[in-house]
């Protein structure tokens, strides 16, 4: 399927990533994105490069092939409602709203049209996101449109759509939670000598180190542990302290803390 026009309405920090990593990788023309705010000054840079960005999210849907909705969730029935005369069955909808369902889209939208469910991170900018995506009165072709669309910011693929709030902590959330572990580590690094520039760099080299190496080896972490941790050695010990400290427990009760959130959120 080719994509003639692409919108997203909401020119946040995500719907903004999003652009972002579609300038740069060359999804569309700029001229073929169009991207919606209410103050449109801030997206003065992308206007700058060609795109179309206005305050109007209902003349930015008009001829829409996509349209990314990238406002908050109690947002998305006020623009939906908004935008809902320039729909048409064909057109895909691609919602980045969190907990709320293809079923609620598709009752705001008052018709059977293609929705999806999509959660990228704020990596989608660089082209380095891990997105999951749910899919409701989708064909396959446009499933596969869809999909690749993201597989060109990063890595993405299909969920159940009962997995979405999951896939939300563990892939959206979970950026927050490895950039805290690099500060952290970057903290560690000056208390033992180093300055914070370079403390900075080696933690963050470390950990796309060993991200890369699961990535592309496909292991287990422990697989890889092992091989760092020798008997009686400094890493081992330092493991072993972090985990009295309550190092995985803590990061697993903070995953379990953001789906809770998101789950009471649907009561």
């Given at each position: 399927m080719e994509v003639a026009?692409?919108?997203?309405?909401?020119?946040?920090?995500?719907?903004?990533?999003?652009a972002a990593g579609i300038i740069d990788k060359g999804l569309v023309k700029p001229s073929q994105l169009t991207i919606t705010r209410r103050r449109i000054k801030l997206l003065s840079n992308f206007a700058d490069q060609g795109v179309v960005v206005t305050d109007n999210n209902l003349l930015a849907t008009k001829d829409a092939d996509v349209v990314f909705?990238?406002?908050?969730?109690?947002?998305?029935?006020?623009?939906?409602?908004?935008?809902?005369?320039?729909?048409?069955?064909?057109?895909?909808?691609?919602?980045?709203?969190?907990?709320?369902?293809?079923?609620?889209?598709?009752?705001?939208?008052?018709?059977?049209?293609?929705i999806f469910r999509a959660m990228p991170n704020t990596a989608i900018e660089i082209g380095e996101s891990m997105t999951c995506?749910?899919?409701h009165n989708a064909?396959?072709?446009?499933?596969?449109?869809?999909?690749?669309?993201?597989?060109?910011m990063g890595q993405a693929l299909i969920v159940p759509e009962e997995l979405m709030a999951a896939s939300t902590v563990l892939a959206a959330c979970g950026i927050a939670f490895?950039?805290?572990?690099?500060?952290?580590?970057t903290q560690g690094g000056i208390e033992i000598g180093f300055?914070?520039?370079?403390?900075?760099?080696?933690?963050?080299?470390?950990?796309?180190?060993a991200a890369d190496l699961l990535i592309q080896k496909g292991n287990h972490p422990e697989d890889e542990i092992d091989k760092v941790t020798t008997p009686r050695g400094v890493t081992i010990s330092g493991l072993n302290e972090m985990e009295h400290q309550g190092f995985s427990s803590s990061l697993i009760k903070g995953l379990?803390?953001?789906?809770?959130?998101?789950?009471?959120?649907?009561k």
């Open positions: 026009k692409l919108t997203i309405i909401g020119g946040g920090n995500l719907g903004s990533a999003i909705l990238a406002v908050k969730p109690y947002q998305i029935e006020e623009v939906i409602d908004e935008i809902t005369p320039a729909l048409t069955k064909e057109t895909i909808v691609i919602s980045l709203a969190t907990g709320v369902s293809s079923e609620q889209i598709e009752k705001y939208c008052g018709m059977s049209l293609p995506v749910s899919s064909t396959q072709k446009q499933e596969e449109t869809v999909i690749a669309l993201f597989e060109q490895a950039m805290r572990f690099i500060r952290a580590a300055g914070s520039k370079l403390a900075l760099q080696i933690a963050a080299q470390t950990v796309k180190g379990l803390t953001s789906f809770n959130k998101i789950e009471n959120s649907k």
